[in-house]
Each structure stands twice: as C-alpha cells, then as structure tokens.
C-alpha cells in the first residue's frame, strides 16, 4: 500500500515552498489558501510589490509593548504571509468565505484578527508561534485552529 499525503498534509508542504519566495530575513512564512480542495491564494512575508525588502535593506524593527507588558520586537517593512495570500485574492476577485488556510506558523495576534473576519473556517498551521497569545481570540470563534505536522518535521 502506498503512503500518500493526506490532503492537510499536501497543501502545507506546498505553503513550504511558497515560504522559500519570502524576503523577511527574519521569518521566512508562508501561506496557501484553499477552497474546495483548490488553491486560490498565496503569500509570503515581504514588503509591498515596488518596495526594497528587507533581504536587499535589512528589517526596519519597532519595539512594541502588549497588554501585558511584554516587549515584542517587529518589522516595519514586512507584510506578513497570511495578509499577502488575502490581499491576493482580494486583487483577483476571488472569495475566500469558508476557506482554509495553511501557514508555515501559528498567526500572530492582528493576522489572527483579519483571518477571523474573513469568514476563513480553519487555520491550519505547521509550526507554533505565540500560541497562549492567540488563544482568547479563538475562545469567541467558530473558526479551528489546526496543528498540521509533517513526517519529516
């Protein structure tokens, strides 16, 4: 019997590649969304079409500070995997209600935020990245949150 890739699987691997395209030095993230089984959009952390990436310029960091006091350092220039693939389908037309979401990392707090008001159902992710932060947003959701492991990982 052969071992084939479960369909979560697959569509990670692929968010694998998209985050080779990333030009944050400090995060390569990438992200596929998919409805019916069929991709419809990519992303992947950089700055905005036209613009110097970090890669060619460097980051441009802020310091900011969370509710709970915590000092949280982020990039200026960088428009993180999960904004890109919904800016891209919003550029073509293309409705993501009722979608999926596979992304190399757990969203940060403000992309947790959009993907909840984008009618996205799952948030499928490989890696974990400030999990307890995101975890009251998801309380009051009917949207999942998916720990989607790869064999190899």
């Not at 596929?32 to 950089?46: E, F, L, Q, R, S």
Request: glycine letters at 6%; aromatic letters at 6%; hydrophobic letters at 35%.
């Amino acid at each position: 019997m052969s071992s084939r890739s479960s369909w979560d699987q697959y569509f990670m691997r692929i968010a694998t590649i998209v985050a080779e395209r990333a030009t944050c030095s400090r995060a390569k993230i990438g992200a596929v969304i998919v409805k019916d089984k069929n991709i419809i959009a990519t992303g992947y952390n950089g700055s905005p079409a036209g613009h110097p990436h970090c890669t060619d310029v460097g980051c441009l960091i802020y310091v900011s500070r969370n509710p709970d006091g915590e000092e949280e350092e982020n990039c200026f220039r960088t428009i993180h995997a999960e904004i890109n693939a919904i800016a891209q389908a919003a550029k073509h037309g293309v409705e993501i209600d009722g979608a999926d979401i596979y992304v190399t990392a757990s969203p940060c707090y403000h992309c947790l935020k959009t993907l909840l008001n984008t009618g996205i159902r799952r948030i499928c992710y490989l890696k974990p990245y400030k999990i307890d932060r995101i975890e009251s947003l998801l309380e009051h959701s009917s949207q999942e949150l998916v720990h989607v492991p790869l064999d190899d990982e």
